[in-house]
């Protein structure tokens, strides 16, 4: 239309869209967005590091790590099953096409000034704690659990 002005609005981009952006990784990273920004909607208590989405053919295979240390909130073991389970219905329903996520909790390694943690020679700097894979239309099955990272991570009682 001739002579009518329209005022441009810029708005804030939310903090799940920030994370949803910052965290995402893989080979659809349209899918690990938007996947982060159903899961960031929420503030958990393991921290979510990153959300990956990877495409291998037909099949969509969805990964979410989150920190084993420094919870926002302290939990029991039954608190974090819960919350792996949540977090998994949430991945699955943000993403229908996905047939499977695989979910790790990760915690820092130590390792010397002068330690090489990139490339070949690389040393590693987390080692995983917890690990689950689901498939779709299941719950959390056996998962690995480091028993002695679980004695210190939780607290006891309800």
């Known amino acids: 239309m001739v002579g009518v002005r329209?005022?441009?609005?810029?708005?804030?981009?939310?903090?799940?869209?920030?994370d949803s952006v910052s965290r995402a990784a893989g080979n659809r990273i349209d899918i690990a967005e938007r996947i982060g920004r159903s899961i960031f909607a929420t503030?958990?208590?393991?921290?979510?590091?990153?959300?990956s989405a990877n495409e291998i053919g037909k099949h969509l295979l969805i990964g979410i790590r989150v920190w084993g240390v420094k919870f926002h909130n302290p939990m029991t073991r039954?608190?974090?099953?819960?919350?792996?389970?949540?977090?998994?219905?949430?991945?699955?329903?943000?993403?229908?096409?996905?047939?499977?996520?695989?979910?790790?909790?990760?915690?820092?390694?130590?390792?010397?000034?002068?330690?090489?943690?990139?490339?070949?020679?690389?040393?590693?700097?987390?080692?995983?704690?917890?690990?689950t894979s689901v498939r779709r239309g299941q719950k959390p099955q056996a998962p690995y659990w480091d028993q002695d990272w679980a004695r210190v991570a939780f607290k006891s009682g309800p």
């Open 43 to 51: 503030t958990w208590s393991a921290q979510v590091s990153q959300i």
């Open 78 to 131: 039954p608190e974090f099953d819960a919350e792996v389970a949540a977090l998994v219905s949430r991945a699955f329903a943000a993403a229908p096409e996905a047939e499977e996520i695989d979910l790790w909790a990760s915690v820092p390694i130590e390792v010397g000034k002068g330690v090489v943690v990139s490339g070949d020679l690389a040393k590693p700097t987390t080692r995983t704690v917890y690990s």
């Open 6 to 18: 329209t005022v441009a609005q810029a708005s804030m981009p939310t903090v799940a869209e920030l």
